[in-house]
């Protein structure tokens, strides 16, 4: 049984340790608040740099944090793992100063393929749906 769980959390290692060798998102200054088997949560406030010409947050960093809150969990089997595929729904807008958290929960892993959904809030608000697909990538 203990090597099992060394197991789990020498993967949860691995993912923490892509997060903070992740140079975009420490640039856009995300923090990773949680990181289990199969779950993660990121956080990232807004800045003047992420609004469109809406004056609202532009869809692709709210999308840059769902991905990053998937690749966390979905690596954090300790085996590096890639997206598949993904899309998100975007429910709400958001503006400057604003603090998102990405929740990212695993669905389903069968053999090398996963399916994860992480939710992005502000607040209570929920403002995106994402679904990853992941693909473990083979050792090389």
Do not use: Q
Not at 71 to 89: E, L, M, P
């Amino acid at each position: 049984m203990a090597a099992s769980v060394d197991a789990m959390s020498d993967g949860v290692d691995f993912a923490r340790k892509m997060f903070f060798d992740d140079p975009a998102s420490a640039k856009l200054g995300m923090k990773l608040l949680r990181s289990e088997i199969g779950v993660s949560e990121v956080s990232m406030r807004v800045t003047e740099e992420m609004i469109n010409g809406h004056d609202i947050t532009h869809g692709g960093f709210v999308f840059t944090l769902a991905d990053t809150a998937f690749a966390v969990a979905c690596n954090s089997y300790g085996r590096t793992t890639v997206a598949g595929g993904a899309s998100i729904d975007f429910l709400a807008s958001t503006r400057i100063g604003d603090e998102l958290v990405a929740t990212a929960v695993e669905r389903v892993r069968c053999g090398r393929n996963g399916i994860y959904d992480v939710t992005v809030r502000c607040g209570e608000v929920v403002v995106a749906e994402f679904r990853g697909r992941s693909r473990e990538l083979r050792d090389s």
